[in-house]
């Protein structure tokens, strides 16, 4: 089979994975609260790439970095997945999944934002442009299908799903120059994480009171949307001489995600919902038009 063939069988598995993330997380959150799902999510995917690492004998490599090293993947752990996910969780257990996946998907717009203040780069008028397209996908999702009465009926939730747009974009613009293997530091990432989460999950909640139906939900997160998701599409990426031939494809997720949403959660899908993602797609679209792919991709 040719590489490129290869590379979009990975794409579509990953967006297949992806695209159940938003049912997993409602799932998961009927039987563990945020802090409980993030431990058993970020636990599966530590041990998870703890044992890749050791397959492609890597492990070692990790003696190698320096405490400034260690600095910036416990500076990183904490914005994703510590920050990033106890946030978007909780933003779960307050909003229909339909709602707060593609408020969630906003962040590469996010990231034009923030790109101006932190990297020093000026608002293109196409930028802004897609912000405002965004912007109005933003206020059609939120309506939650009522469009005339326009009264958000979560507003915290709301708030929250787009605040985790932030902690990625944030994570990305710290990361973006790290040239450590992506493997290894995704694995001291979570491991940093994994220590945060686990103190907050013992002040605010409570490792023992775990259940069956929880623990797979969280063991199912961190496979297919942490762990195995990520280094499928790593190899994706590989396989392909320029990532703009698939990367692209990463847009295909919420829309996959909804009809997941749709058969798992039996939530009715808002026209609304639809439209507004339609705009937050063509507003990314835009931004990314004439620009070398090189940014994270994420659901």
Known sequence: MKPQNKAYIYAGLTILFWGTSASAFKIGLKYLDYFQLLFIATLTTVVFLFVVLLYQKKLILIKQFSIKDYSHSMLLGFLNPFLYYTVLFIAYSLLPAQVAQPLNFVWPITLVLLSAPILKQKLKLKSMVALLLSFLGVILISSEGDIMNMKFSNP??????????VAWALFWLYNVKDSRDEILRL?????FALLF??????????????NLEGLLAGIYI???????????????????GRTDKISNLIYLTPFCSLIFISIFLNEKIFLTTLFGLILIVIGIVIQQVKKRNNEPSKH
């Open 222 to 240: 961190g496979l297919f949307e942490m762990g195995i998701t990520f280094v499928i599409w790593l190899k994706a990426l590989k396989l392909v």
């Open 187 to 191: 694995f001291l990432n979570f491991t």
């Open 197 to 210: 989460i686990t103190i907050t999950t013992v002040i605010f909640s409570d490792i023992k009171t775990l």
């Open 156 to 165: 915290l939730g709301i708030s929250l799903a787009l605040g985790s747009s």
